[in-house]
């Protein structure tokens, strides 16, 4: 992974200006992320600390985190031990992706206390730990590593804490030319894997780009190019950014001159650039965790109305042959005589064939002539009614369909919030049984969070993200003259253009995002219908969301999550400016 010893060096320097921070506030938005509100001087900043095994990290953040209705177990401990205390040091081990912050707090005799928070960034054994620098005596952490997982060491509460093994690598800070030159094996091949096999806190990433700085891999030209990259890193002379080169985003703070053609986006932090990378990536991963058991189960749904519909149209084909059911039945009835039980069949003239064909009609040989006629008439009647019943059926299993594809579309969007009133309004329709057996109080005027974009002419456009909000956007915040727009005949959000003045420009780019927040994504000449809110109505009994429009007009456009990002970009400068 990129966020290597290098990196975790530039974040903790950038963090030394926090030491001697009071923290004012811990919380735990997700079981692997610790989120502290710092104050210094008249100053405030938030600290994230991640040990999501696919995204962790360490940084300040402006993020917004929706933490849960009661905090876990991990982060009230945190909150009796470290909170309101003063970070007196923040460290990191040698060059390796581990960071000590040391906490100076009373207890609840009023007496000083000292404790220690260690962040280990290693993929998917990360971790964050709360201990007792004194004794080494593990308090609690975000996760616990037993025996059956570890032989090597366990992070359990009591436990005495024993750092990772080491990799018996070299520092790159300390060594010397010399030292450098003998340690490698100039006929092995592939120097960027040397270089990352022998020294601690090198990522592929930064080896692969001091070989291309080397040129011609000579031992000189490799020692000057590892030499003039570590003289940068060891005087804390960092360039922070993001390279997009062939779809795909890489971080660091040394400059990746080896990706060639590369998009590269330059922050002023390091932090600030961690969150340009981790932030939209981690969200989405936290979310796919959280909804992924929502998500199963609405897929399921909609695969048993795609089966019952098969079924039903099968009985629909069957029910064709219910005028057939009744013909035999009356034959039956005019031939009655001839019959006798033990018959297998009747062979007897179709009076009602022009031609005065044959027919041969199929008969029980354990029921009597007048059984027979009973069980023709009764298919008939049950391929007669069902008709008309079958046929509801379908629209009902149909219905089903489209309101199950708008939320996996929505569920494809969500966040932590938005996956919450998804799961509400599933079991307010009956699909799933409230898991929670002791209701959280709520608000009667509960108002859900709106999706806030501003166009490029300054006007607001709203979205929706799931049916809650759709419904609370169109049905009430909404005015009657505001512009309301939705993706023809395609799953998705509702999104309201504020007001009356606005030109065509702030129309398209409306209808960008709703096309974007739909299920044609990443579709081209996407059609979206726009019209008046006041055309827009909910008919009695609809599912959640379902809304019917007239005197609507269509236009096509590209979803480009660029232009989403500018819109919100857009909303986020003028709202700063406001306050």
């Not at 044959?358 to 059984?371: A, Q």
């Not at 996956?419 to 209701?439: D, F, S």
């Not at 420009?505 to 096309?515: D, N, R, S, V």
């Amino acid at each position: 992974m990129a966020f290597d010893g290098v990196v975790t060096r530039a974040v903790v320097q950038e963090l030394k200006r926090w030491e001697g921070a009071r923290i004012s506030k811990i919380h735990q938005p997700h079981y692997s992320d610790i989120v502290m509100q710092l104050r210094m001087q008249g100053e405030t900043g938030k600290l994230l600390l991640s040990a999501n095994p696919t995204y962790p990290r360490l940084h300040l953040t402006t993020e917004d985190f929706t933490n849960p209705m009661e905090a876990p177990m991990f982060c009230m401990l945190l909150r009796k031990h470290c909170e309101g205390g003063l970070i007196e040091s923040i460290e990191q081990v040698g060059m390796e992706r581990i960071v000590h912050m040391d906490i100076r707090a009373r207890d609840e005799l009023g007496d000083t206390t000292r404790r220690r928070i260690v962040m280990e960034i290693m993929g998917k054994h990360s971790n964050i730990i709360l201990l007792d620098p004194a004794t080494g005596v593990i308090l609690d952490s975000a996760l616990h590593v037993t025996l059956a997982i570890s032989q090597y060491r366990q992070v359990l509460p009591g436990k005495t804490y024993v750092a990772p093994p080491g990799q018996d690598k070299k520092n790159p800070l300390l060594v010397s030319q010399q030292e450098f030159i003998s340690l490698y094996n100039w006929n092995g091949g592939r120097f960027d894997k040397q270089l990352v096999d022998t020294f601690t806190g090198m990522s592929p990433l930064l080896a692969k780009e001091i070989v291309h700085r080397s040129g011609l891999p000579t031992r000189e030209a490799l020692w000057q190019a590892f030499s003039q990259v570590m003289q940068d890193i060891a005087r804390h002379d960092y360039v922070p950014h993001l390279a997009v080169a062939k779809d795909k985003t890489y971080f660091h703070v040394v400059s990746l001159t080896h990706l060639q053609d590369a998009a590269i986006t330059s922050f002023p932090t390091v932090s600030q650039c961690l969150q340009g990378y981790f932030e939209g990536k981690a969200q989405r991963d936290t979310v796919k965790q959280k909804v992924h058991d929502l998500i199963r189960f609405v897929t399921n749904e909609r695969n048993k109305n795609v089966k019952k519909i098969e079924k039903l149209e099968q009985t629909l084909v069957d029910a064709q042959e219910a005028e057939q059911y009744r013909l035999y039945g009356e034959l039956i009835t005019a031939n009655m005589h001839l019959l006798k039980r033990g018959d297998t069949v009747l062979e007897t003239v179709n009076w009602y064939d022009e031609d005065g064909g044959v027919v041969r009609i199929p008969l029980d040989p354990l029921k009597t002539p007048s059984e027979n006629l009973q069980a023709y008439y009764k298919r008939y009647n049950k391929a007669k009614n069902s008709l008309g019943i079958v046929a509801e059926q379908i629209a009902q299993a149909e219905e089903e369909i489209v309101y199950l594809d708008g939320l996996l579309v929505q569920l494809e969007h969500a966040t932590v919030q938005d996956t919450e009133e998804i799961r509400e309004e599933l079991a307010e329709q009956g699909y799933i049984r409230n898991r929670q057996k002791r209701q959280a109080k709520k608000k009667k005027d509960h108002r859900p969070e709106l999706d806030t974009y501003t166009s490029s002419e300054g006007v607001e456009i709203l979205v929706g993200k799931n049916n809650k909000q759709n419904e609370y956007l169109t049905n009430k915040l909404a005015s009657s003259g505001d512009t309301w727009l939705h993706t023809k005949d395609i799953p998705g959000s509702h999104v309201v253009i504020r007001g009356r003045d606005f030109s065509e420009q702030t129309l398209k780019e409306a209808a960008l995002l709703a096309a974007y927040y739909s299920k044609a994504q990443n579709g081209s000449q996407v059609p979206v219908d726009y019209t008046l809110v006041k055309h827009v109505k909910k008919p009695s009994g609809a599912k959640p969301g379902f809304v019917i429009y007239e005197q609507q007009r269509t236009l096509y456009v590209t979803p480009d999550e660029n232009s989403v990002r500018r819109l919100k970009s857009n909303f986020r400068d003028t709202n700063s400016k406001t306050t």
